[in-house]
């Protein structure tokens, strides 16, 4: 069976699930489950997790993103995107200012708190907001923190369209901040193109199109490790040691090696477990052994 991760670029128009179910066939295989979820509208890095491999996801979810996102100003809808209902729109040919934008993005870096949009997959009272925002309802929502890393205009590609970089954290929702920031400039704003480029530490330059997965199958997977690859390894070196790993025991390591988060080989240079030195002690955090 297949195990391993693979770095899809979304097409627009697909959602999360689709790919995933696309590769359930080309695969041939059930244990398919991804990180970081794009909506229709969004294309770039998604992060595929195969066979043992999904055993991974969690650590995928965490991580930061960086995303290039279309912003239009004088547009604002339901969905906060532009597939959403018109609610306000700016007279035609309405033109915009790059440096009044610049002035407000600043504001929007850091840690801030967004109000998460109704057309989306959070949980209230166990509904979904997207299920209610369909039913023609809306409810009080508490807003979440997250944290902009970086925030960019790259450049302004209309009188109303401009195109950003946001590196961002988990749960950060782009078109939100694009909501946002329009309504900070009193204009109002949505979303009108999302691609991101960066996921769980790949980027676009890893990813590989449906198409070259439908041709080349398996060989596009990438060992589950390759998604730990900014940690240090630790290689076992004794029979005794790579027994007591396999079984989850907490290893007692003499080497003189700095605290913190390790990927750990077996004897035979398998991947076993993603561990955390302490104070000489190294503790499994997660067991991969034949992912």
């Excluded at 002035?103 to 708190?113: A, D, H, K, M, S």
């Amino acid at each position: 069976m297949a195990d391993g991760i693979i770095i899809i670029d979304k097409p627009s128009g697909w959602t999360s699930m689709d790919v995933c179910a696309k590769l359930r066939g080309i695969l041939k295989t059930k244990k398919v489950g991804h990180a970081g979820t794009l909506d229709p509208m969004a294309t770039g890095v998604l992060p595929v997790f195969v066979g043992q491999a999904t055993r991974a996801v969690s650590f995928a979810e965490s991580g930061e993103k960086e995303y290039v996102a279309g912003l239009r100003l004088g547009l604002v809808t339901d969905t906060q995107d532009t597939e959403g209902q018109v609610l306000r729109q700016a007279p035609h040919g309405s033109a915009f200012s790059a440096k009044k934008l610049e002035c407000v993005l600043p504001g929007f870096t850091g840690e801030i708190r967004q109000v998460p949009p109704m057309y989306s997959a959070v949980k209230i009272g166990g509904k979904k907001l997207y299920e209610l925002a369909r039913s023609g309802k809306e409810i009080e929502r508490q807003a979440r923190p997250v944290t902009i890393y970086d925030l960019e205009l790259l450049e302004q590609v209309s009188p109303a369209d401009f195109i950003l970089r946001i590196r961002c954290s988990k749960g950060t929702y782009v078109r939100t901040l694009c909501h946002d920031i329009g309504a900070a400039l009193g204009c109002g704003g949505c979303m009108f193109s999302l691609r991101r480029t960066r996921a769980a530490g790949f980027t676009l330059a890893e990813s590989h199109t449906l198409e070259e997965v439908q041709e080349q199958g398996e060989a596009l997977l990438r060992p589950t490790d390759s998604l730990f690859r900014d940690y240090p390894a630790y290689h076992i070196t004794h029979p005794r040691v790579d027994f007591l790993c396999r079984c989850g025991n907490p290893l007692r390591i003499r080497e003189e090696l700095r605290s913190g988060i390790y990927r750990v080989y077996g004897l035979d240079g398998s991947f076993l477990c993603l561990s955390r030195l302490e104070n000489g002690s190294m503790t499994s955090i997660k067991n991969f052994f034949g992912a």
